[in-house]
């Protein structure tokens, strides 16, 4: 199931789709649409252990990208995309 994260980096609200396959795209970074700020943080660690979790990242896993922006920005809403 995609799913729209909502949330506030540095302070600046964004949005991205975290879908289930690599949507594909100069807008995206594995599994994830949207907000350019969230997915160049994406890329920046990916590949690399979080720095509380220690979890390594994987842009392709979308429940990995899921707690990797909860872990790195303060997510407020995390939501089932509407089907289209």
Same mark, same amino acid.
């Given at each position: 199931?995609?799913?729209i994260v909502e949330g506030y980096l540095v302070g600046v609200y964004y949005a991205v789709t975290?879908?289930?396959t690599a949507? =594909? =795209?100069d807008d995206t970074? =594995?599994?994830v649409s949207g907000a350019a700020a969230a997915r160049r943080l994406l890329e920046f660690h990916n590949g690399k252990p979080l720095p509380h979790s =220690?979890?390594?990242l994987d842009v392709a896993n979308p429940d990995m990208v899921?707690? #990797?922006l909860q872990e790195l920005?303060?997510?407020i809403h995390v939501r089932p995309a509407? #089907?289209?």
């Open positions: 199931m995609d799913r975290v879908a289930e949507p =594909g =795209g970074i =594995g599994v =220690g979890n390594v899921v707690a #990797a920005t303060h997510v509407e #089907a289209e």
